[in-house]
Nanobody, 119 residues
């Protein structure tokens, strides 16, 4: 079973940048799609971005397109989310997740990292 640990969250002001890191251990993620999700207080968890195992396919939620960039380093078993031009509405707990190559569902999740953006 893979363990996922997110880091890099924090409190910033609108317009600032943050880079989130998701480190995997216990199993390689090199053959898995990796995704970032977020959950704001009182709301459901929403999709943010995902990246195919080889980086060949990347998807973003409309709300983050042009501001966020997902990337991965399979040699380091790590996935990143670069967040630029942050807005107060980006405030949420951010989670990374793993989806196996043959699966439609994300089956492993990290504990999350808090991102707070003030205006």
């Amino acid at each position: 079973q893979v363990q996922l640990v997110e880091s890099g969250g924090g409190k910033v002001q609108a317009g600032d940048s943050l880079r989130l890191t998701c480190e995997a251990s216990g199993h390689t993620i090199s053959t898995s799609t990796m995704g970032w999700f977020r959950q704001a207080p009182g709301k459901e968890r929403d999709f943010v971005a995902d990246i195919a195992w080889n980086g060949g396919f990347i998807n973003y939620a409309d709300s983050v397109k042009g501001r966020f960039t997902i990337s991965r380093d399979n040699a380091k078993n790590t996935v990143y989310l670069q967040m630029n031009s942050l807005k107060p509405e980006d405030t949420a707990v951010y989670y990374c997740a793993r989806r196996r190559l043959s699966s439609r569902d994300y089956d492993s999740w990290g504990q999350g990292t808090q991102v707070t953006v003030s205006s």
